[in-house]
């Protein structure tokens, strides 16, 4: 069965410092992994996806995520953190097969706190 | 750019009205999807559809039905609204089958039920 886990409900850290976001996934296949934010009250907006290739994708906002095929996980960083990146963040798979039709499981989120 | 548009940002219902939540999509997107976001549990899927006509059910259909007559619009349906379907509601829309693209969403509906 496809699944994500974000083991952390809440990251914060200091405007200026960098921030990972974590995420790992269990798929059947190969994996297709997607990044997302959600402000309040607002839809989620995308961010990055992985699908092949490099393991570092680069996204919006200055975002990028590192893929690791034998930790099975794909975590969001961003090398210098601004206080208007504070927001939900969703990891989601889909996986390779086109058994599921394109549906992505999502992960519970993690709450993003950004400091001044 | 390409916009899902839900029809409502905030809707109050009484318990035991049917409600429609509509969804439209304005880039001939093939698949359309309806979930329902709580704090604590993410986005869980209650019905999604691949093509007009066409629909499947997620992890949390329960009490909920879907409609799409037309490819752009895709409608939610809580038959019966109860206390415990008052949450964030949330359309998206995807390109074609085959490949990797992401899905859009729209602003969401706050849904509450008294």
């Known amino acids: 069965a496809q699944s994500v886990a974000q083991p952390e409900d809440q990251v914060n850290v200091a405007e200026g410092n960098p921030l990972t976001v974590k995420c790992t996934y269990s798929?059947?296949?190969?994996?297709?992994l997607f990044w997302y934010v959600q402000y309040p009250n607002r839809g989620l907006q995308f961010l990055l996806k992985?699908?092949?290739?490099?393991?570092l994708v680069k996204g919006s906002y200055g975002f990028e995520a590192e893929f690791n095929k034998s930790q099975t996980s794909f975590h969001l960083k961003k090398p210098s953190a601004l206080v208007s990146d504070s927001a939900l963040y969703f990891c989601?798979?889909?996986?390779?097969?086109?058994?599921?039709?394109?549906?992505?499981?999502f992960g519970r989120g993690t709450q993003l706190t950004v400091w001044p | 750019d390409v916009k899902v548009t839900q029809s409502s940002r905030y809707l109050v219902k009484r318990t035991g009205e049917k409600v429609f939540l509509e969804c439209v999509q304005d880039m001939d997107h093939e698949n359309m999807f309806w979930y329902r976001q709580d704090p604590g549990l993410g986005l869980r899927l209650i019905y999604f559809?691949?093509?007009?006509?066409?629909?499947e059910k997620g992890d949390i259909p329960e009490g909920y039905s879907v409609s799409r007559e037309k490819k752009e619009r895709f409608s939610l349906i809580l038959e019966s609204a109860s206390t415990n379907q008052t949450s964030m509601y949330l359309c998206?829309?995807?390109?074609?089958?085959?490949?990797?693209?992401?899905?859009?969403f729209g602003q969401g509906t706050r849904l509450t039920v008294v």
């Open positions: 559809s691949y093509d007009v006509k066409m629909k």
């Open positions: 992985y699908i092949t290739g490099d393991n």
């Open positions: 798929v059947s296949g190969n994996p297709y």
């Open positions: 989601a798979v889909r996986d390779g097969r086109g058994s599921t039709l394109g549906r992505l499981y």
């Open positions: 998206a829309s995807r390109g074609p089958r085959v490949g990797v693209t992401e899905a859009f």
